[in-house]
């Protein structure tokens, strides 16, 4: 095994500190992280005196003294990204390096900031050894104390410490530390993200007494066939660990086997314990439970685990990386409510609090090493940093600051290389050391399909049917047989899938089953958890969330940035909604005849958790209210277990004439850590009765010209020449006509990589958004009034021949589309319906069908049968790119109302999309950001027959075969009834 000490640089330049490709010098060798112990500690974040210079050429360190005069410089906060402060400019890149690509060198505008701070250390601070400690800091640090240089060092988010306890004096004392934004460091850092220099996490002294802890590594193993743990925490120096829980005292280094609970995520079982050593007491927190690879499964205490899991970077929409404790605990409570199970720690270590929170609350953990070399796929992976032995030593600083740092959390459950580094030899030297010390812990990576580094097969953006493969074990062989047949015995994990940029991801529940079906197929890690649209303000204060080219930067990867399953600001987007009913925990179905199920089964899809933290109400509806409510009696299913459960009889008074359903529910029978009592796990719904026959459509009026260039009929009038509505009891409307565009969304939009995918840019050259109408012919043909159209795109002969058959009963208006697709039409049709524009003070809807959110084809698990009402405003999702949004699915009716209650309903045959904006779809589509969107005077309504499903497209597979939307002949109708 090749040791971190043993690899010395081979310096071929003589380069700059930051520029050679050593992780540092002066630092003190990487420990656990103990936060809490007896020994004094001092934080220095606050407010520092901050000098930015554009270039890293000042060899001039004179503002380290402690007596320079700053007061000049700015004020910056710390912890804190200086670019979110007003100095210089973030900028976001995915793969490409913002810098020209010559390893270690970093060119000359290398913006360089120099911060000062001056404390006081406390009268009661004692003497001796002191540990100045760096969270992160990116991405080259140069320290001085009280004017003395400490060392530098590199590896932006991993710990550092110096030795400070000679340079520290009583009463003032001046911290100056030289940040450049770019050293060797960033080749290694070419994560997909914003370029966020700074010192960005927490700086701290901590007073080190003779005999404190060095470090600690905490073992404690689960026995699952005896039920026992076995502990023993290893520490420099030795001290003696107590558990009083367990009534545990025992020496370091000496282990114990006690009957534990153990610590899994459904049931984060800690034990409170203490460490004592001659100089310090510290307290841990231990999890007792094992992980292995066996039988070509990923168990925990000797069971497969179910990966529900999401990347998560750090991300605050003001301050970048520099996260507080507020927003990872709201992370975590947001995670644990949606049914989140798994966190990658994508792409680097986090804040070691996060780790913390996650043993208590309870989440898998794949600890993520900061590395990704993803730039150099660009030059066919020459000159990569991970196969060049002379980069080795700060690969592998940066794994063991990774290991030693977080090697004493439960939630972990596995390390991972890095992301995105090709292969090569650093890697496996990585490995070697990681398995070494920490044998404990399965390795991951993605970027080798060999595997030959690791104990899981994972891969990113896989479709539905080579995820099946995979599952089968019959997927494609490596050219290798020996390494193929290795692999092939392999654990699955998708560790990104399911691009939730924008719109989306759709396709969700066809990956669960496939989860659920395939034992190899350990689940996965949506990509990605946030989107890191950045907070800014208009001229007239309003809020809106920048991405990449928004600061001017010369390349930029756009709005890649924000592909998130919460917006921003932490509000939980439509995918997340989804996301939340795909992997929920427990299941409903029905049993029994169609229509009128007698019992329902529900199936306990947890790994460890019986049902018994679960209560079960069930509700009655017709017509989407609620006619009677109960509990269900729901046994404590184990992990696994079915049963079912009878239902009560159909109340007997429930009105016979609509649609009747059971909606069953799973909350929270008691208050939880994450969530209050009542809170819903899981829910279903089953139809309680076949569905009622639709009333007969008795036209009794006929169309009947007028004097001016109208037709009427019923309440509506028609422009004779185009056959085209204008008024609708008694209000001017616009439309409906034929309608099959939608503002691409950005899985529409697709990536390069996914060529056969990209629907959105296909759409343009066929001109779907600039489509044309002529009137063929307007008759009156019995009651009914006939209007022919032709709607189609300039430069093709592709169109659509349309028949519009209006009929009245005197009171409403019904309107029968007849579409029939015309020529070769080479791709799928965004969407198709009607569209039309009615009073802007139509503000408020009512629907019966899918809601409250937006759904699409494939996107559409946590639409609920129901009744909803909400402001038109209301119904607009967000998306910091402005995309095609807001539709409902399954909509039996809808109602638009002024706040005097009149207004139009609109009934469906068969069940349609809705959708209401105060824009048109061709603004939709031509805004960037969210403010360029400006209510007009009309609502515009698309009312759908279909759309065209969603997909992962933007970076991963497109819509799923059974989504497309092709073009076909169809048929649909819709009932307008003025509301008076
Ligand atoms: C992956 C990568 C992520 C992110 C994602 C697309 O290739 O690992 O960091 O770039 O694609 O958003």
């Known amino acids: ?105 970093v060119p000359d505008e290398n913006p360089t900031g120099d911060h000062r701070y001056a404390f006081d250390l406390p009268a009661d601070w004692p003497a001796g050894s002191a ?36 340079l520290l004096r009583p009463g003032r004392n ?98 409170d314990a203490e460490l004592a050593t001659s100089g310090e007491r510290v307290p841990l927190r231990i999890g007792f439970r094992t992980v292995v690879v066996e039988d070509g499964l990923l168990k925990v205490n000797g069971r497969p685990i179910l990966l529900r899991g999401v990347n998560r970077h750090e991300f605050d929409p003001a301050h970048g990386r520099a996260v507080g404790a507020d927003v990872m605990r709201r992370d975590l409570l947001l995670m644990k409510q949606h049914n989140i199970n798994a966190v990658r720690t994508s792409h680097y270590p986090p804040d ?64 991972s290389l890095g992301n995105e580094c090709g292969t090569g030899r650093g890697l496996s030297t990585m490995a070697a050391w990681m398995r070494e010390r920490d044998p404990s812990r399965p390795l991951h990576y993605e970027g080798d399909p060999g595997c030959a580094d690791t104990d899981v097969y994972s891969r990113m953006y896989a479709d539905h049917a080579e995820v099946e493969r995979i599952g089968r074990r019959t997927e494609e062989p490596l050219p290798d047989g020996t390494l193929d047949a290795r692999r092939r015995g392999l654990p699955f994990v998708l560790c990104e899938y399911a691009h939730a940029m924008g719109n989306g991801p759709g396709g969700l529940s066809e990956y669960q089953r496939l989860f659920e079906t395939y034992e190899r197929c350990q689940g996965g890690f949506v990509w990605e958890w946030i989107d890191h649209g950045l907070r800014q303000y208009t001229a007239d204060g309003v809020r809106y969330h920048a991405y990449g080219g928004d600061f001017g930067e010369e390349v930029h990867d756009g709005n890649f940035v924000c592909d998130g399953l919460l917006f921003p600001e932490r509000v939980p987007s439509p995918g997340l909604i989804e996301y939340k009913k795909v992997i929920e925990p427990v299941r409903f179905e029905a049993v029994g005849p169609d229509g009128a199920p007698g019992a329902v089964r529900v199936t306990n899809l947890q790994d460890f958790a019986d049902l018994s933290a679960l209560a079960f109400p069930w509700s009655y509806e017709v017509e989407g209210l609620p006619v009677a409510e109960g509990t269900l009696a729901v046994p404590p299913l184990l992990p696994g277990e079915s049963a ?44 309680a009765a076949p569905l009622p026959v639709p009333r007969p459509w008795t036209p009794s009026a006929a169309p009947r010209r007028g004097t001016d260039r109208t037709l009427t009929l019923g309440p509506g009038v028609f422009d004779a020449t185009t056959g085209v509505l204008s008024r609708l009891g008694g209000s001017p409307v616009t439309g409906p006509r034929l309608d099959v565009w939608r503002a691409p969304t950005d899985n529409d939009e697709g990536a390069p990589w996914q060529p056969g995918q990209r629907c959105g840019p296909e759409w343009r050259r066929i001109g779907l958004h600039r489509m044309r109408h002529r009137t063929d012919a307007v008759t009156a043909e ?36 007849a579409v029939t697709p015309q020529g070769d039409w080479p791709a799928p049709l965004p969407r198709l319906g009607v569209r039309m524009g009615l009073d802007g003070d139509l503000g408020a809807v009512r629907w019966f069908g899918g809601g409250p959110g937006e759904a699409y084809p494939d996107t559409s698990a946590a639409a609920r049968v129901g009744r909803w009402s909400l402001p038109v405003d209301a119904l607009q999702t967000p998306y910091v790119r402005p995309q095609e949004n807001g539709a409902r699915i399954g909509v039996r009716w809808a109602e638009l109302t002024r706040p005097d209650g009149t207004g139009l309903r609109i009934e469906g045959e068969p069940h349609y999309f ?58 649909f109708a819709f009932t307008f009834r003025p509301l008076e």
């Open 644 to 687: 079912e459960v009878k239902l009560p009889a159909p109340p007997e008074d429930a009105p016979r004439d609509g649609e009747a359903l059971w909606t069953v529910r799973a909350v929270l029978a008691e208050d939880a850590v994450w969530a209050e009592a009542g809170h819903e796990i899981a829910w279903g719904q089953l139809p």
């Open 1 to 105: 095994m090749v040791t971190y000490e043993e690899h010395v640089p081979l310096s071929e330049e003589d380069v700059p500190y930051y520029e050679d490709v050593t992780p540092g010098s002066g630092c003190l060798p990487p420990g656990a992280w103990l936060p809490g112990s007896d020994a004094a500690r001092l934080p220095l974040g606050g407010t520092w005196r901050f000098r930015l210079s554009p270039t890293a050429a000042s060899e001039d360190a004179s503002f380290a003294r402690p007596e320079y005069d700053d007061s000049a410089w700015e004020e910056l906060r710390v912890p804190g990204h200086w670019v979110l402060q007003g100095h210089g400019a973030p900028a976001y890149t995915n793969t490409g390096y913002p810098f020209p690509v010559d390893p270690p060198r």
């Open 174 to 271: 001046v911290l100056a530390v030289r940040v450049h934004q770019w050293s060797s460091g960033s080749y290694l850092e070419d994560q997909d993200q914003w370029w966020l220099p700074g010192v960005f996490r927490e700086v701290e002294l901590r007073h080190r007494p003779e005999g404190a802890v060095r470090d600690a590594f905490v073992h404690a193993e689960y026995d699952h066939r005896t039920g026992q743990g076995t502990l023993r925490v290893d520490s420099d120096p030795a001290g003696r660990v107590t558990v009083p829980e367990l009534g545990l005292e025992l020496a370091t280094g000496e282990s114990a086997t006690v009957p534990v609970e153990p610590w899994t995520a459904e049931t984060p079982r800690l034990y």
């Open 352 to 415: 070691p609090a996060f780790l913390a929170l996650c043993d208590e609350l309870g989440l898998w953990v794949v600890d993520e090493c900061d590395l990704e070399t993803h730039g150099f796929a660009q030059q066919g992976w020459r000159a990569n940093p991970v196969d060049d032995e002379r980069w080795t030593p700060a690969l592998l600083d940066r794994a063991r600051r990774m290991v030693e740092r977080d090697k004493n959390h439960p939630s972990v459950i596995m390390w």
């Open 914 to 971: 809705f959708t209401a904006r105060r824009w048109t779809s061709e603004e939709l589509d031509a805004a960037r950001h969210t403010p360029d969107l400006v209510a007009g005077d009309r609502v515009w309504l698309n009312l759908d027959h279909a759309q065209h499903g969603i997909g992962s497209g933007s970076c991963g597979p497109g819509v799923l075969p059974k989504y497309r939307l092709e073009a076909a002949p169809a048929a």
């Open 131 to 166: 540990a100045l400690h760096f969270g992160g800091v990116e991405s080259c640090a140069r320290v001085w104390l009280n004017g003395s240089e400490l060392g530098h060092f590199k590896g932006s988010r991993l710990p550092h410490e110096f030795e400070a306890g000679s």
């Open 782 to 817: 019995g009651d009914a009034l006939v209007v022919r159209t032709r709607v189609a795109p300039a430069a093709t002969s592709l169109g659509f021949a349309v028949v519009h058959r209006w009929t009245s009963d005197g009171a409403a208006l019904r309107l029968e589309v």
